[in-house]
């Protein structure tokens, strides 16, 4: 359409068509219908479900009434509290006293030791459990140590899932104990308060909104845990278990479907909590504040020292574990080292192709998930249409977080399994496998965009319009290079939980579409614990190397655009 | 409140304006009836404006007076509730910013952080599809315009925030707008560079002679910038009119208050056409009162407190006492109180040689008058432009 064209025709009668705003207006609604299609209709279903017996009959709440009537199955929900709360109070103690030594002391090597405390993320939960196996089992290296104790059971898991959640608790823990105001430590100073007091005064309540957050999500992670139970568990049931046996031993989809609900409601609650904290950790820190800087402290320090080695021995202990199983010959009855195990096709023709599919899987993820977050949160953040659709959005991108992978993966079986649904194609195939890992992991990569996206200047949009540049264009020559660095962590962070993640595949998965971290699970469960370990070295050493890979081409990043960046967003 | 103090008779806010040397009159801009709102809050009632090819119009206002919104209404950015807009001719009430004819400026610069200058000032021209020595010709005559011929290659980062807003004000000049928006663009620079980029971008304006809209909370860059001032206040136009009439003849308490410093004191307006301001009475031009009477705010600028040449025809003397003086550098301020204000103290101004010569200072006491004809007075009895500048109104 010409000026001219557009002069002889507008006017109020004629709302004139614009072709950014209908960019925006469909990438908004397409967004819309995608996550109701793959987040809010299978859970949909789920939630049906558990009003439904086995063969479909609608049956109310009886399933729920069957469920409390069952002594197994209530066992199983107190051992799954039982456990959740011993590791929250262990892994949330290991990880406050880590944090303060990482932010509060002059410890040396703090660098180190923040390294040395992601190692658990590089690796799948159930590579821990098989490690404890062979330091604490029948036939383990230590197993002295639990004084007859069978590490099979309650012991076992506790031990794994801290070493698994670990990570995630130390981020919370890190955040919270570095927003201090150093103006609050000299005050008390120059009153003489003892150091005991002002920890209690002011460390503490500072980081308070931390500590809870971090609770809560321990709690979560423990209760939904899958890989950890199910490998060391024993005869020790638990909810996350419990699915498992429901749907895969007894194809009881109904009593899976209670139990996902009765484990989606503590991650329900966690998240809430975790959305109102968040705000108020924000508010505390007013903008005149002095970041805490602390002073060196010899007795202080080597505490701390002594402390963090002794936590980093286990975490490191836990992987050196699982890589000496991995090459050892025959644990422990042949001690040379081998590199057998690693021959995957050994045991079974198609042993690799796991592997190869976790890549195939993890890429898809990390490529399609990153495009899909980043277009969501844009149109969330920038479009300048549809208020109400762009607010529904944000809602359903927030769902996924407070939804635990087993339950995730549930629900995808029940909503494409079923036969009259169009989309019942992808049932067994890659896709459904990176869609699930996709929306497992939506809701952290979302907000990263989204906070990252309300920090560009608010009238790029206006300035392009008025310069005739549809907002598409500015998005991707402005927004796309300033977000880079962020783009590229979102894609590793995709790309790592695809390789590790078990809990929603584990339903998922097609013989021909077996992951490596499902590998794990089988060559353990049927005994092969050797090679179980080496497949999950495979996916730590992928994990490590797609790490270093994202330093090195970050690194090169800032540098090109060092001359324009004048502060790191990275 | 505020349009109780407005005398309607005096207010013309759809009137045509034009400055005062514009050869014949072209309406470039007609806003008619433009309403905003936003859920509850009303943040344009019913705007009616026309605006001349070829003026600097600034709409001055506190911040909530509906100003920016009227901008972006324009640019559309915001879409107006109800109201028509017409552009040279072409009403662009519904049409998307992009099919507008505007160049934008804002306060935040809003250059692309990632782009160089080039980059910047291109950014239109490039999506044109326009060769690229063309291109990079008019990019270069911009710079030149704006006085940055050589920042071509450097990004925005490495520029001042005068520099920056300089090549934001190239770009949006880049496509030849008809229309040329700026948003508080001044607000975020230091005082000295305020006052140079303001004076340039009016020379600027002058050469290319482009429709110029300014929005800003800045009175005195206001009158120093435009040919016509928009007064607004709470959604409304309080007053049109070049800067030189709205502040010798501000039509509302309003703008009196807002616009430059004026005194205003509380009174009461009498039958006879004089005003009472606690026990005093004061006499006014006869066509101060047009039929008020009651309470009423009396308002004079400190610049028009008389000290020298009263004699006995002098109307409204006073004995004022002197409570403080703030040294100004070329003049001084003076607090003053005077015996049955009730109490209320206004600022006069003082020179620096009347303070020389009468060796005024704080606590000394001289005679004042109160010029009949510099007088205005409105009804109400309250402030309302939210910048109360002497503590007088609270003692009273």
Known sequence: MSAQDIEATAGPAFPSIDRGRLVSTLGVLTGVALLLVFVAAPLITIFLKSLQNDSGTFVGLDNFVRYFSSAGLIQSLFNSVQIALTVTVIACGLAFGYAYALTRTCMPFRGLFRAIAMIPILAPSLLSAIALIYLFGNQGMIRELLFGNSVYGPIGIVLGITFYVFPHVLMIMVTALSSADARLYEAAEAMGTSRWRVFWTITVPGARYGLISAGFVVFTLTITDFGVPKVIGGNFNVLATDIYKQVVGQQSFSMGAVVGLILLFPAILSFSVDRIVRKRQVAQMSARAVPYAPQPSKGRDRAFFVFCSLVSVFLIGILGTAVFASLVTYWPYNLSLTLAHYDFNAIDPNGWSSFTNSLEMAAWTALIGTCVIFLGAYFVEKADTLPFARGLLHMLAMIPMAVPGLVLGLAYVFFFSTPTNPLSGLYGTMAILVLSTVVHFYTVAHLSFVTALKQLDKEFEAVSASLKVPAYKTMLRVHVPICLPLILNVAIYLFLNAMTTVSAAVFLYAPDTKLASIAVLNMDDVGDQAPASAMAIMIVLTSVSVKLLQVVVTRSLLARSSAWRNRETA | ?396
């Not at chain 2, 349009?3 to 309607?8: D, F, G, L, T, V």
């Not at chain 2, 050869?23 to 009632?45: W, Y």
């Not at chain 2, 782009?115 to 291109?135: C, D, E, F, H, R």
């Not at chain 2, 490495?158 to 948003?183: H, I, K, N």
């Open chain 2, 1 to 396: 409140m505020n349009m109780a103090a407005k005398r309607p008779n005096r207010v013309r806010p759809a009137a045509f304006v034009a400055p005062q040397d514009a050869p014949s009159h072209d309406a470039f801009l007609e806003i008619h009836n433009v309403s905003k709102r936003f859920g509850d809050f009303q943040a344009l009632t019913d705007i009616s404006l026309t605006i001349e090819r070829g003026t600097f119009v600034c709409f001055l206002g506190p911040s909530g007076c509906g100003k920016t919104t009227l901008l972006r209404a324009i640019a559309g950015l915001e879409r107006q509730s109800s109201g028509r807009i017409i552009q040279d001719g072409r009403d662009i009430s519904n049409l998307p910013p992009s099919q507008r004819d505007f160049g934008i400026v804002f306060q935040s610069y809003s250059l692309f952080p990632n782009l160089t200058v080039n980059a910047n000032v291109g950014y239109g021209l490039v999506n044109q599809g326009l060769p690229k020595a063309q291109i990079a010709a008019r990019v270069q005559e911009l710079l030149e315009l704006v006085h940055l011929p050589s920042s071509g290659p450097k990004y925005p980062a490495a520029l001042s925030g005068g520099e920056q807003q300089r090549v934001a004000l190239a770009r949006a000049l880049a496509m030849q707008p008809g229309l040329l928006l700026l948003d508080e663009p001044l607000s975020a620079l230091d005082a000295k560079v305020r006052v140079d980029l303001r004076h340039e971008m009016k020379q600027l304006q002058r050469r290319l002679g482009v429709t110029t809209i300014m929005v800003t909370h800045d009175q005195e860059e206001a009158l120093a910038l435009a040919d016509v001032v928009v007064v607004m206040s709470k959604g409304n136009i309080e007053q049109v009119g070049t800067p030189m009439e709205v502040y010798a003849n501000p039509q509302s308490a309003f703008v009196a208050d807002f616009v430059g410093h004026m005194n205003l004191l509380r009174g009461t307006a009498q039958a006879d056409g004089t005003v009472r301001i606690g026990s005093r009475t004061l006499q006014l031009d006869p066509n101060q009162v047009e039929g008020l009477t009651g309470d009423v705010l009396v308002s004079f600028r400190p610049e028009d407190v008389m000290f020298r040449g009263l004699d006995a025809a002098t109307d409204n003397q006073l004995q004022g006492y002197i409570e403080s003086v703030d040294f100004l550098g070329a003049f001084s301020r003076a607090r003053v109180r005077v015996d049955g204000f009730d109490g209320a103290v206004f600022e006069a101004d003082l020179s620096a040689n009347m303070l020389r010569d009468f060796g005024v200072d704080a606590g000394s006491t001289l005679p004042l008058a109160l010029p009949r004809n510099r007088i205005c007075i409105y009804p109400g009895n309250e402030r309302t432009a939210g910048l109360v500048k002497s503590s007088g109104e609270r003692r009273a």
